[in-house]
């Protein structure tokens, strides 16, 4: 099985400033996705980024970039020019190519402060 | 992407009562599955929803206490039976979209609490 760490529970950042959320995970599988979801007080769960483990480049979408590195089976999301909007749970999750499962990590509560 | 929607998105029970929970998607999908999120907690799959067969459950979930349908390639309904208080949860479903394999949207969840 597959497990999913997230080892800060709560970060707190200003307006306009950088975040970084970590993620670590580990597996014996060599092909597979990783995702960082974001679910807002609404709880709608929104898909935030997507990575591909066989691709070297790292994801990026507009402000919210990742880190990855897959020797270390580190996933990191960085929020860049942080907005009141941002302020939800983040979640890192992992699958494996074609299992469908989705395992998720505990979660990092943002809030974004004015 | 996808456009799901939930019904209901909210209800209060009874306990040993029974709760069905709706997604409908505006298009066709590929896989569609149910999860359930528990208090302060993270989400944990609780089955695939089958077109036209019986759903996957997975460890720890059982047909009986989540009977799950999918009648057609756009909706599934996810039924918490015989309820307690334990089963309070967020119940939400997903979808994996044709063309976008390995990828899965989220509903917006249905907050069900039990008294």
């Known amino acids: 099985a597959q497990t999913v760490t997230q080892s800060q529970p709560e970060m707190s950042v200003q307006e306009a400033e950088t975040v970084t959320l970590s993620c670590t995970y580990d597996?014996?599988?060599?092909?597979?996705?990783l995702f960082w979801y974001k679910q807002p007080p609404s709880r709608q769960m929104i898909l935030v980024i997507r990575?591909?483990?066989?691709?070297?480049q790292n994801a990026t979408e507009n402000r919210f970039s990742v880190n990855f590195q897959k020797a270390a089976k580190s996933f990191s999301l960085k929020i860049s020019d942080s907005q009141l909007g941002d302020t939800a749970m983040y979640f890192c999750?992992?699958?494996?190519?074609?299992?469908?499962?989705?395992?998720f990590g505990a979660g990092t509560t943002v809030t974004v402060r004015a | 992407s996808a456009v799901i929607s939930q019904k209901p998105s909210r209800d209060i029970c009874q306990r040993g009562t029974s709760l069905t929970i709706q997604c409908q998607v505006d298009?066709?999908?590929?896989?569609m599955f149910w999860y359930r999120q528990q208090p302060g907690q993270s989400l944990t799959l609780i089955a695939t929803?089958?077109?036209?067969?019986?759903?996957?459950?997975e460890s720890g979930f059982v047909i009986d206490k989540f009977p799950i349908s999918r009648p057609n390639l756009t909706f599934s309904t996810l039924t918490v039976s015989n309820m307690s208080p334990e089963d309070s949860s967020i119940y939400l479903c997903?979808?994996?979209?044709?063309?976008?394999?390995?990828?899965?949207?989220f509903g917006p969840g249905t907050r069900l609490t039990v008294l």
């Open positions: 990575q591909e483990a066989y691709k070297q």
């Open positions: 999750a992992f699958m494996k190519q074609r299992d469908y499962k989705l395992s």
């Open positions: 997903s979808v994996e979209v044709a063309g976008e394999t390995d990828t899965q949207y």
């Open positions: 298009s066709q999908v590929t896989m």
């Open positions: 929803a089958n077109q036209g067969s019986e759903a996957t459950y």
């Open positions: 597996t014996s599988e060599n092909n597979y996705y």
